[in-house]
């Protein structure tokens, strides 16, 4: 154990003037202790830390050795100004060490510098400042660099309560000369939808990175060393890790027209096309068939939405769960959106499935667009053979097999239905309607009086003093009816 006189804490940067753009390695050196704990970092609200990884070394001289760790950390500026880096303690054997502060500078870039002649820089576009609402719009993001980078990590904040985000692909990679100077150059596009009307802003997009430059070393007497500062052989690099920023973006979303504006419009934004196709158009009554509804194009086409067809009561509809494939086509989202709807019809007959409507708002036109699919006619025959409901054993097959033949399942004394045409739906004229309710409401009527007369008889029957109160006044009224008419005045 190093005695506490030889033991020092100190604190140094590798830059104190930056913008924020830059970053500051800050190292913590602890020097005369094996293994020691990490030390505390001071407060270090202003800036983002990232561990940069520890060394350790060991230096002996004159029979003196001396043993150094140290720690490396990454500070990320938040905002500019000039900020004081504190001391860093380190608790040892009840002994508290402290390193030097450090005052650092971060300044904004310079606004009139031009990028087109750095190493790197970066830009964002959007396609187009003032949409439609639910009108597609792209955002790219672009880095231009002119040496290797590593550790790339992209941020493109946007604001979830303006708009819908959706990928379009991946990034792109190509060369692209400005000015003269040659630059290997990332696009990633990505696309928003405004879902809501109004100005918002599309925040500054962050890249952070480390850029890696190789030393090119001068040996003039040295016949190999071109051949050896080659990167295959590793050679001296030095790391300069960026942030780069780009300027936010704003959109003003426009409200999609009144005028001219479909009732039935659902807010596709884009460039559609509709089209159905039936699965059979000749089949026999009880049969099913499937009408397929496809809705296509670019723009919010996941949004599209069918209601069941018109088909004026002349079929049962079962409508399945539609699918949606999306597809790239450039920047721009498209894709295709299937709906099923299974028919089965209620009577045999030449049947016409009507046009679907499908009705968009084009930006490019300026103008609702109602796109319609091609009439279908059908041709439903009567059943050649009855359909019958075989109460049969399921998984027998009908057909002997080593003497068993199908077995009945049940019988019953009443008739059992075997016939389709059996549970057809019977309908009442007027008159036979009128005699069905008034069957039913004679009963409700009858029973409270029935009820009440039941319930008196008993309580006579039952209620000697009752009964003699309800036979008083009758037998006192005779009475005296029979004492008038003895006694005339």
């Known amino acids: 154990m190093s005695s506490?006189?030889?033991?020092?804490?100190?604190?140094?940067?590798?830059?104190?003037?930056?913008?924020?753009?830059?970053?500051?390695?800050?190292?913590?050196?602890?020097?005369?202790?094996?293994?020691?704990?990490?030390?505390?970092?001071?407060?270090?609200?202003?800036?983002?830390?990232?561990?940069?990884?520890?060394?350790?070394?060991?230096?002996?001289?004159?029979?003196?050795?001396?043993?150094?760790?140290?720690?490396?950390?990454?500070?990320?500026?938040?905002?500019?100004?000039?900020?004081?880096?504190?001391?860093?303690?380190?608790?040892?054997?009840?002994?508290?060490?402290?390193?030097?502060?450090?005052?650092?500078?971060?300044?904004?870039?310079?606004?009139?510098?031009?990028?087109?002649?750095?190493?790197?820089?970066?830009?964002?576009?959007?396609?187009?400042?003032?949409?439609?609402?639910?009108?597609?719009?792209?955002?790219?993001?672009?880095?231009?660099?002119?040496?290797?980078?590593?550790?790339?990590?992209?941020?493109?904040?946007?604001?979830?309560?303006?708009?819908?985000?959706?990928?379009?692909?991946?990034?792109?990679?190509?060369?692209?000369?400005?000015?003269?100077?040659?630059?290997?150059?990332?696009?990633?596009?990505?696309?928003?939808?405004?879902?809501?009307?109004?100005?918002?802003?599309?925040?500054?997009?962050?890249?952070?990175?480390?850029?890696?430059?190789?030393?090119?070393?001068?040996?003039?007497?040295?016949?190999?060393?071109?051949?050896?500062?080659?990167p295959f052989f590793g050679g001296t690099t030095k790391s300069d890790h960026?942030?780069?920023?780009?300027?936010?973006?704003?959109?003003?979303?426009?409200?999609?027209?009144?005028?001219?504006?479909?009732?039935?419009?659902?807010?596709?934004?884009?460039?559609?096309?509709?089209?159905?196709?039936?699965?059979?158009?000749?089949?026999?009554?009880?049969?099913?068939?499937?009408?397929?509804?496809?809705?296509?194009?670019?723009?919010?086409?996941?949004?599209?939405a069918l209601a069941n067809p018109n088909l004026d009561g002349r079929f049962k509809i079962y409508s399945d769960q539609p699918t949606f494939r999306q597809t790239i086509h450039g920047n721009r989202i498209g894709g295709e959106k299937v709906f099923k709807f299974a028919l089965v019809p209620y009577s045999s007959g030449e049947q016409t499935i009507p046009s679907i409507s499908l009705s968009y708002f084009d930006p490019e036109k300026n103008k609702y667009t109602t796109a319609s699919t091609r009439v279908i006619n059908l041709t439903v025959k009567p059943g050649t053979h009855d359909d019958k409901l075989n109460l049969v054993q399921s998984g027998v097959s009908p057909t002997r097999q080593n003497g068993s033949a199908v077995s009945i399942l049940a019988r019953d004394i009443l008739p059992i239905h075997t016939q389709l045409e059996h549970f057809e739906s019977i309908a009442f004229d007027n008159h036979q309607r009128m005699i069905y309710i008034t069957a039913i409401l004679i009963p409700i009527v009858i029973y409270p009086f029935a009820a009440g007369y039941i319930r008196y008889a008993h309580q006579m029957n039952d209620d000697t003093s009752y009964s003699r109160r309800q036979g008083a006044y009758n037998k006192a009224k005779k009475k005296l009816d029979q004492l008038s008419a003895s006694n005339p005045e």
């Open 4 to 230: 506490p006189a030889n033991i020092q804490l100190s604190a140094s940067v590798d830059k104190n003037q930056l913008t924020l753009e830059d970053s500051i390695e800050l190292s913590i050196k602890i020097e005369g202790v094996r293994n020691p704990p990490m030390p505390e970092l001071p407060a270090l609200s202003d800036f983002r830390v990232r561990p940069a990884g520890t060394q350790s070394s060991t230096k002996i001289f004159n029979s003196d050795m001396r043993v150094t760790t140290t720690h490396k950390y990454l500070l990320i500026p938040k905002n500019e100004g000039t900020f004081v880096i504190g001391s860093a303690m380190l608790k040892l054997s009840g002994t508290i060490y402290k390193s030097n502060p450090i005052t650092v500078t971060v300044e904004k870039p310079e606004p009139g510098k031009s990028k087109r002649n750095e190493s790197v820089f970066t830009e964002t576009s959007i396609s187009k400042t003032n949409p439609f609402l639910n009108e597609q719009v792209v955002y790219t993001f672009k880095l231009f660099r002119r040496v290797e980078a590593r550790n790339l990590n992209l941020s493109m904040p946007y604001d979830e309560a303006f708009f819908r985000k959706e990928d379009v692909g991946k990034a792109k990679r190509y060369s692209q000369v400005i000015n003269g100077i040659a630059y290997d150059v990332d696009e990633l596009p990505v696309a928003l939808f405004p879902i809501k009307v109004g100005k918002s802003i599309i925040p500054p997009s962050m890249m952070e990175l480390d850029l890696v430059y190789r030393a090119q070393e001068n040996h003039r007497r040295d016949p190999f060393a071109r051949f050896f500062n080659d």
């Open 242 to 304: 960026k942030i780069l920023t780009t300027k936010p973006i704003e959109i003003d979303t426009q409200p999609l027209p009144k005028k001219g504006k479909p009732k039935e419009f659902g807010n596709l934004v884009g460039r559609f096309a509709i089209s159905a196709t039936i699965g059979k158009t000749n089949f026999e009554s009880g049969d099913t068939t499937t009408l397929t509804v496809t809705v296509s194009g670019t723009g919010n086409v996941m949004d599209a």
